[in-house]
């Protein structure tokens, strides 16, 4: 059987919280590096269910890496969700971002800019996976918000 390839797909929910910047002041980074995608769970490969959607937030440290992945409604997961639930968390866990960095500048007499100083930033973003089939396959996907939240 295939272990199925994996899409996402990127979501904003509610309104997000974004550092406040000071004047000079900009951000670089947060984006993806690597996205290894979730594996559809092999013990219910044989099943063939109707899609199934888990919605995560990607909480990433000052270096880039997922440090923790929370899931929408995990605590009420009927098992079988739950094997949705740990594929997800298993593939997020193995992103990398760049790392989020708010840097300052600052203007001399002349005015010529330059950089002040930088500081490495966490950050999160939500997204939502979905696992469903396509022509007799398992596949496997995830949206990702734009958006940076603290």
Known sequence: M???????????????????????????????????????????????????EVAARLIVDTEG??????????DQAAPQQRQFDEAVRAAAMQWTFEPLRVSQWAADANGNTHDVGSQARAFSLEYVFRFAWKDGKPVTGARASAATEH
């Open 2 to 52: 295939s272990p199925g390839v994996a899409d996402y797909r990127p979501v904003t929910r509610g309104p997000l919280q974004h550092y406040p910047l000071a004047l000079g002041e900009i951000t670089t980074g947060a984006t993806p590096r690597t996205q290894p995608m979730p594996i559809y769970p092999p013990a219910l490969l044989q099943g063939r269910l109707a899609p199934q």
């Open 65 to 74: 890496k997922v440090s923790e992945v929370l899931i929408e409604g995990e």
